[in-house]
């Protein structure tokens, strides 16, 4: 029997890549959570564009693409990001252009951004961008982790921490919460998340246990479990 390529189911058509944002405050671990969670994989990673200056050891292209806020302003203009916003002094921004060519190829795509660009994907993106809030396990630790990491002047600091605390009781607008206390279960939190959003392309008759795994742990950082006074805490703490 001939088939019509009308005829194929939608499963066994060619999947879309995944888009998947992480998001969270500075300095809670989302670049190092991704390293880990990505390493093997062939997950396309955006590369975004910032009018900040590089750090010792940052590289052009890969870390970021350094531009000058002229060069910044005129991709605006041009229509050229998926989401771009100001942050503490800088502008940052996702160029939509390999997003979309990734995704429409099949490959899942990660984006590692602030809390209001992570907002301008999902009222773009709708349903398909699977919004992940990486949370701090207090305000104490992800201070901490920031003086640790020694990018910032003590001043710089300071004005990241207020802009986490306002970052941190957005959470619930996001699908997911990832609470980065343990890298380890962190990074396997991640894993089962896009594990389910994949099985959630086919049937669920095709389900393989691992898939039906990932979709139980997934349930369990649905972020509507969170509630205003959880938030409160992790501020205040
Ligand atoms: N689970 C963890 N436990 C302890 N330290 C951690 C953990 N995750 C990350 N760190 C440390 O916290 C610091 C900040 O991590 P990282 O640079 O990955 O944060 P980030 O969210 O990507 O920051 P930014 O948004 O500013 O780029 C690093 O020094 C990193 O080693
Ligand atoms: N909205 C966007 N935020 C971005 C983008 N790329 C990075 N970021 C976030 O900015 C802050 C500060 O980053 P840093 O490298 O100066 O520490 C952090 O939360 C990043 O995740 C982007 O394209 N858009």
Known sequence: MTSHPSAIPLHHAARRGLLIVMTGASGVGKGTLR?????????????????????PGERDGVDYVFVT?????????????????????NSYGTPIEPIEAALSRGQDVVLEIEVEGAMQVKARMGDEAILVFIM????????????????????RIEKRLARAREEIREAHEFRFVVVNDDLDRAVEGLRAIQTAERARQIPENEWTPEDRAARLRADTL????LSDADLQRVVES
């Open 136 to 155: 701090p396990p207090s305000l104490t630790e992800l201070r901490r982790r920031l003086e640790g990491r020694a990018t910032e002047t003590p001043e």
């Open 69 to 89: 806020p002229a060069a910044f302003e005129a991709k605006v203009m041009a229509d050229g990001f998926l989401e771009h916003a100001s942050f503490v002094g």
């Open 35 to 55: 390293e880990q969670w990505l390493t093997g994989q062939d997950v396309f990673y955006s590369t975004s564009w910032t009018t900040r200056e590089a750090r």
């Open 222 to 225: 649905r972020s509507y479990a």
